[in-house]
């Protein structure tokens, strides 16, 4: 595909992303119709629409559009931010988008000239959120959040060290380099899209997971033997992550089963023993329980741009509900003594320092050990950690 070929195909994606559809499930649709696009097209117009999605208002003002823009006026704005002249590419060449009529023509104000939330593609609501969290650098932390996240991988100490996880990434022509946030974190550096066919990945040496999401583990208090409860684990990056740290008796858990289907892969290609547990059969006290519940994802908005714009306060308030009733729920199921593990990947302090003294407040056989903010700015998504001790004579 042409390069302006392409970006007819992020229009027309992107008209449906904008009238509420998932823009996953979009892309994939619009490949299986598609076969002639090639996976190179496929992944340059999978970040046309990412980067539009992640974007939104910035190229929306550049686009000339108001707050309910087209795919088109994105498409227009994504070049105009990128310095690139439209006309090189809405033209008349075959599946270009049309050549541009005289009212996109006219030049938008600058972006330095918008307002606070459209040169920082965030909701206005959400403005004063993250400032209450990251004060005088909520900007530079919502600059990264608008742009692509990098790509992270968790090197499993079962089966590699950092040097020979790198030697095995680079026989599969992948380059990766250490983080400073965690001992166990890799950046790719080259070729991250090569990473699930590397047989450094195929063969549990490494796993994909934020520096953010690793760093936060680095405060559990794991010892070995103990009983360890991953209360929400959806795809396991977590419970993953603590079974390769640790010989502990972990058990993965979710209210919806089917998230956890790709566990038991995993644990496999990682040397990982992890049982999966219905409610129901849960035991009745664990070491240490872990919850790292659903939240606005207000850390990781680079990761899933979609959920910037879906969030509401009525569905804020929601979610911290999820997240209180969550914490009573498992609350009983920590033993004398145990550890209770709160985690989220936002950056509000409703959904952690609030709710975390909330929940000390209802509970007083609960203290609160420690809790860790992990910051955009320290390299991955946003993350946040506290962890509880139950007291041993209640
Ligand atoms: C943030 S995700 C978990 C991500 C996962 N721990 C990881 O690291 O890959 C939150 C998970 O909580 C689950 N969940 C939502 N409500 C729940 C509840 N009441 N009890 C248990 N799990 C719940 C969701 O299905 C979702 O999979």
């Keep these: 595909m042409t390069p302006a070929a392409r970006l007819s195909a992020a229009i027309e994606i992107l008209d449906d992303v904008l009238v509420g559809e998932n823009a996953e499930r979009v892309l994939t649709t619009w490949a299986r119709g598609h076969r002639y696009a090639g996976s190179k097209d496929r992944a340059a117009i999978r970040d046309l629409v990412f980067d539009a999605i992640r974007c939104m208002r910035s190229y929306a003002w550049l686009g000339g559009a108001g707050e309910r823009p087209s795919g088109r006026q994105l498409i227009l704005g994504a070049l105009r931010a990128a310095g690139t002249d439209p006309d090189t590419l809405f033209c008349t060449d075959r599946f270009a988008p049309r050549p541009l009529h005289e009212g996109e023509r006219a030049l938008p104000a600058p972006l330095s000239s918008a307002p606070r939330g459209v040169r920082l593609d965030c909701p206005d609501w959400l403005l004063p959120l993250y400032d209450a969290t990251l004060g005088a650098d909520a900007d530079a932390a919502l600059e990264l959040l608008r742009h692509r996240s990098e790509v992270f991988l968790r090197v499993n100490p079962r089966k590699a060290t950092l040097d020979t996880a790198r030697e095995a990434l680079h026989k599969d022509d992948i380059d990766a380099v250490p983080h400073p946030l965690c001992d166990t974190a890799l950046k790719v550096t080259r070729n991250a899209r090569a990473v699930a066919r590397s047989q450094a990945y195929l063969t549990g040496l490494v796993e994909i997971q934020d520096v953010g999401s690793q760093a936060i583990l680095d405060v559990l208090p794991l010892e070995p033997g103990q009983s360890v409860l991953d209360y929400c684990a959806g795809g396991g990056g977590k419970a993953l992550a603590i079974g390769a740290r640790m010989d502990v008796k972990l058990t993965a858990h979710d209210i919806d089963p089917a998230r956890m289907q790709d566990i038991a892969p995993r644990a496999s290609r990682a040397g990982i023993d992890i049982a999966l547990a219905r409610t129901s059969e849960l035991a009745k006290a664990y070491d240490l329980i872990l919850c790292d519940v659903p939240c606005s994802g207000s850390g990781a908005f680079s990761r899933s741009p979609q959920g910037k714009w879906a969030l509401t306060e ?60 992990v910051s955009p700015l320290e390299g991955g998504d946003g993350f946040f950690i506290a962890v509880f001790q139950r007291a041993v004579v209640l």
């Design 314 to 373: 009525n569905r804020l308030s929601h979610l911290v509900q999820i997240q209180a009733d969550i914490l009573d729920e498992v609350a009983p199921r920590v033993r004398p003594g145990g550890h209770l593990a709160y985690a989220t990947c936002s950056l509000f302090k409703v959904e952690n320092d609030d709710q975390v003294a909330k929940f000390a407040a209802r509970h007083p056989e609960f203290s609160l050990r420690m809790s860790r903010h």
